[in-house]
């Protein structure tokens, strides 16, 4: 039982530069999230999906795009990558947003650094 | 729009002390608050999780608390030992929404 996978794990790009993150959960859980981890300023909501096919914007979903055309699979989207995006990507899922279906389990971490 | 913090920003205690750490929040209409710990270079893991209309949770040394009213969580850590060393984070979840709001942690080191 693998959890939430992430993929890659580290990654670097040139200003401009395009990339998807790959987040894999085999918990057949409903809801997926991708949060950036930044130093001092916690983990900040970039998008989240509530079911297969379907996304909504978080709280900083600017310059990313994501897609859930899999229930078990969430990617992330930077089409023209800027040295603002340097920061630790983790993605999460939980089966429900009720009771303890709610727990939200993580990946390892993408770290993505933007020349 | 709620607001999440966690003080101290680090904390270091001898082994067997027991400690407490503090979570504010600025919006009383919480669905429920989380509590986390990060190992360096790793991920979350989920550590206690108190529904809006509970006032506490309990896992072995731990007990999180919750006071809606202020605005506030505890997270107690009992008879801390070397291996507690972490960051712990406070999420709370908002009424109405998925989404989590993560205070930017407390970086605890317990000296052996």
């Known amino acids: 039982n693998a959890g939430v996978t992430q993929t890659p794990k580290f990654r670097v790009l040139k200003t401009g530069q395009s990339m998807t993150l790959l987040c894999a959960q085999d918990m057949n859980h409903e809801y997926m999230y991708w949060y950036r981890q930044d130093p001092g300023m916690g983990l900040r909501l970039i998008h989240y999906s509530v079911g297969e096919g379907t996304t909504a914007k978080g709280e900083v979903p600017d310059g990313y795009n994501v897609s859930r055309l899999k229930k078990q699979n969430f990617l992330l989207g930077l089409e023209s990558a800027a040295p603002s995006q340097t920061s630790v990507y983790f993605c999460a899922s939980s089966y429900s947003e009720r009771g303890a279906g709610n727990i939200q389990y993580f990946g390892a971490g993408t770290r993505l650094s933007v020349l | 729009k709620q607001e999440v913090t966690q003080i101290p920003a680090a904390l270091s205690v001898p082994e067997g002390e027991n400690l407490v750490l503090n979570c504010s929040f600025t919006?009383?209409?919480?669905?429920?608050l989380q509590w986390f710990r990060q190992d360096p270079g790793k991920g979350l893991t989920s550590l206690l999780l108190i529904q809006s209309s509970q006032r506490e949770q309990t896992s072995g040394r731990l007990n999180a608390s919750l006071d809606k009213s202020s605005g506030r969580s505890t997270l107690y850590i009992a008879a801390s030992q070397p291996g507690d060393s972490a960051t712990y984070l406070c999420a709370v979840g908002t009424s109405g929404t998925y989404k989590y709001i993560f205070g930017t942690g407390t970086r605890l080191k317990v000296l052996a």
């Open positions: 919006d009383s209409a919480i669905y429920n």
